[in-house]
């Protein structure tokens, strides 16, 4: 379910993260928790690894579930201007290659306000998935991916609307056995290894339409340089971002487009170069001051993606909605 989870703390991040002018009204210790209730589906042939899918019989996989989801993020603000911090939680900004992750890091901001963000996602890839994911009618065994992300975000550059967000991060598959149940050879083989490393970018700047309104249009591109030259790929996309508020209602919406091509043909799938299309959608809500209280927020979040390939197997589509309580302090 990484998806799902990278899909809620994305919306939330929609909803409640503004431009401020600092990066805290005052030193010390800040920070927000949240508790969040969720329903969400995934349809992969990659990822499923339940006991239900440990056997593939041609037919795509879904998996739906009930989740708890608590989040949250501790700053600790220092400096005679304010102009430290450290951070450690989930991220409220676009995660770097899109799954929820752990990150710990430290910001600054400069006098001409802009702010610079360094940080580590020691956990950003984990998870678990299929040795041999194309194995048919034969059970199969799962194994440990790992990764770990860099990442460098310049936000409001020398003052201005525009901001950069940078990262890279290594993807490991423990027992990397891809193809090794079919016929293919070992050299054929190798050309399906998904260990890779990854390069994200990500060019967004702020257009204020109105008082209550805020756009933020952003270019995206993903490099995927991976082992297996049929795994390897490049991503481009663009995404628009709208911010709107109406008394205490606070309401985000960010559609999302990518275009992924791989680089040579992949021999399982009658020598095919994979391309896909990746349309996401995120639509959040939020209202401060339940419970009597300016530091309590409900927050509601819906979201679908759908990834749609030019080989079948490697169709996906997620979505979620759910339901919590955000607390700051």
Partial sequence: ?????????????????????????????????????AYASKTSNLSNTDDDYRTYTGEAQQDSSALLLPLGNLQYTFGQASNHQLFIGTSRADIAVGTLALEA?????????????????????????????????????????KGTAYRLQLNNIAGSLFSVDLAYGKKEVDEERSGAGSSLTEQQQQLLNRNADILYGK?????????????????????????????????????????MSAGNHQFALTLTYLNRQYDSANPLFDNTTRADNEWKAFLAYEYPGIFYSNNVSLVAFAGVTDSDSNITFYDEKNWISAVGVNWSF
């Fill in 203 to 243: 060019f967004k700047m702020m257009l204020p339409v109105s008082k209550g309104v805020m756009l933020y249009p952003s270019l995206i591109y993903i490099q995927q340089d991976a082992q297996g030259s049929a795994m390897k790929n490049q991503s481009y996309g663009a995404e628009l971002s709208s911010f």
């Fill in 1 to 37: 379910m990484k998806q799902a989870w990278n899909v809620t703390i994305l919306a939330l991040a929609l909803v409640s993260q503004t431009a401020t002018a600092k990066l805290s009204e005052s030193n010390g210790f800040s920070g927000e928790i949240a508790l969040n209730a």
């Fill in 105 to 145: 890091g430290y910001r600054y901001q400069f006098a001409d306000r802009t702010k610079i963000s360094l940080s580590l996602l020691p956990t950003i890839l984990e998870g678990e998935v299929w040795q041999d994911p194309y194995l048919l009618n034969t059970a199969r065994s799962t194994t440990d991916e």
